[in-house]
């Protein structure tokens, strides 16, 4: 299928925004409003002002905010609803009908989820995308990096390949104009990524787009580079630069990691909160809060130190497994582009730093006692002890051996299986991404991990139980959730920032990409 937009054009387009894409107010969210506004909760959820469009320039806002907080009966509340239109939140559910199947619900969803192409406001905080995209849901109403992969598999099934093109290219647009993936097209996103997902979008295109991978090769090592960067100035085992560490044999290995040292503009007061309960230098609690952001699991018992606390959190101190084992297929993408593209020399050098990267998993990542993978403590020199479906990102990368596979299958049989789906972690904590919930995406990567390797009967089962808590759901509300408890099948679930929400991006498309794999087996 040919592009309708060559990436020639894209990169034109990339060149011409570039300047618009990364223009921030920045000063804003180091401003006195700013912190009087978050720190005094004027909006429930601190996502909300950060959405907030103004009225008129931010700093002219900011000016009269510094003399009319000085005059008598000032308040507040009332100067941002004057000079602030709140963030738009399309309705993202229908009224229950007890005639209309989960499948049917979903695909009557994708218009409401959809956004088209952007207009660029200066002091808006989002970040314009040149093609139409589709975001989460609920508070949600930007694209989000990793969710996107997720929910191009339900997209798939449905052959909504132009979309799936659209937003493959809004993301190598991002790549080009910022040389990185940010979390979500915010431009308080724009310190950090999230899993690194593209080599997967770009290998999803593949099937109906066999040059996919030379198309977009300019873009798949642009984000290398960004995962990579300063691996070159690490001279000595221990040695961190951004995302890279150098391990104690000398590998190189990469962590989440946010350059902006400060609480983050849309969990402003939590992350204060937080850094004060913790009794620790607030800038190194910033950082960890924001890297473990950057992981797409806000928050786990895997970045605790304690295992039970947030303000225990030290994220940079750990290199986590699924993060490597996306890098190794980042890697073998770029090898394969530039293969077909005849550079051989550049497919070799990354086939080798692909193996040096497997190896690095297998040596610091694989528990032999365990038969599972863990994340490592690079500064205790030794695996964190929190077990989480982390561990099942090697499955899915086809890492292991099929004596290896099995192992974990009975792991993940004995330790995450239960009635709604697999558990995120064996950790209660009150996280969202803890015990008892469970996740779509962590579904999918763990059902295709144990079919790569013909363990079907297990896949099969953390299928039929996760669907099953998707109807039993849908039915009783009428609504897709984020997450859902799959230990006690009679709730929804719970804990975290903010409320469960509903739409939902990645819940859908996994939801249509299990049903379709279960009508193939019915053929």
């Given at each position: ?12 387009m990339?060149s ?34 950060v ?21 008598p ?11 602030f ?54 508070r949600?109403?930007e ?25 493959v ?5 991002l ?5 990185f ?37 300019p ?32 590998t190189?290995m990469?962590?989440?990691y946010?350059?902006?040292?400060r ?38 018992s ?10 225990t959190?030290?994220?940079t ?34 086939s ?14 694989w ?42 299958a ?7 299986l ?10 209660t ?51 897709m ?10 709730l929804?679930a ?19 990409a ?9 053929q």
């Amino acid at each position: 299928m040919q592009n309708r937009i060559s990436i020639l054009i894209l990169f034109f387009m990339a060149s011409c925004f570039q300047r618009e894409v990364v223009k921030t107010p920045v000063d804003f969210y180091t401003s006195e409003l700013f912190k009087d506004v978050q720190l005094n909760q004027i909006f429930k959820d601190s996502k909300t002002f950060v959405d907030c469009t103004p009225k008129r320039a931010i700093i002219e806002i900011m000016q009269d905010y510094e003399t009319q907080k000085l005059k008598p009966g000032f308040e507040l509340a009332v100067f941002v609803t004057k000079n602030f239109d709140l963030p738009d939140r399309p309705q993202s559910t229908f009224k229950t009908d007890s005639l209309v199947s989960m499948e049917e619900h979903i695909n009557k969803l994708w218009p409401v989820l959809t956004r088209i192409a952007d207009q660029y406001d200066a002091d808006a905080s989002l970040i314009p995308l040149p093609q139409q995209y589709v975001v989460p849901g609920g508070r949600f109403s930007e694209v989000y990096y990793w969710d996107s992969y997720f929910t191009m598999l339900g997209l798939k099934t449905q052959g909504k390949y132009e979309l799936i093109q659209d937003m493959v290219e809004n993301f190598g647009f991002l790549i080009d104009s910022l040389g990185f993936i940010p979390n979500g097209n915010r431009n308080y996103y724009l310190s950090r990524s999230q899993p690194p997902f593209f080599s997967l979008m770009v290998k999803l295109l593949e099937a109906y787009d066999v040059n996919a991978s030379r198309t977009f090769l300019p873009m798949l090592k642009k984000e290398y580079e960004f995962w990579m960067h300063g691996a070159g100035q690490l001279q000595q085992p221990g040695d961190t630069f951004e995302h890279v560490v150098m391990m104690a044999d000398g590998t190189i290995m990469n962590r989440y990691y946010d350059r902006n040292p400060r609480p983050r503009p849309e969990a402003y007061r939590e992350d204060v909160e937080v850094a004060e309960a913790s009794g620790r230098n607030p800038q190194e609690v910033y950082t960890h809060l924001r890297a473990a952001a950057e992981s797409g699991w806000d928050f786990s018992s895997r970045w605790f130190e304690d295992g039970q606390h947030l303000k225990t959190i030290h994220t940079t101190d750990i290199i986590p497994v699924d993060l490597n084992a996306l890098l190794y297929h980042l890697e073998k993408m770029i090898a394969k582009g530039s293969y077909l593209n005849g550079d051989k020399e550049e497919s070799d050098r990354l086939s080798k730093l692909a193996d040096a990267r497997r190896r690095g998993i297998l040596t610091f990542c694989w528990d032999e006692n365990e038969h599972y993978f863990f994340d490592y403590d690079f500064k205790k020199g030794k695996q964190t002890p929190y077990k989480s479906l982390a561990g099942v990102y090697p499955l899915f990368f086809e890492l292991v051996s099929p004596v290896e596979a099995e192992q974990i299958a009975k792991v993940i049989e004995r330790d995450f299986l239960k009635p709604g789906g697999l558990v995120t972690t064996a950790q209660t904590t009150g996280q969202q991404w803890d015990a008892p919930n469970g996740w779509a995406p962590l579904q999918w990567m763990a059902y295709q991990g144990l079919q790569h390797y013909s363990i079907r009967p297990l896949a099969a089962e953390i299928r039929k139980r996760w669907i099953r808590q998707n109807i039993r759901v849908y039915t009783a509300t009428g609504k897709m959730m984020e997450k859902y408890n799959v230990m006690d099948t009679t709730l929804v679930a719970g804990g975290g920032e903010y409320p469960n929400q509903d739409g939902f991006g990645w819940t859908n498309g996994v939801a249509l990409a299990f049903i379709h794999e279960i009508k193939i087996d019915k053929q």
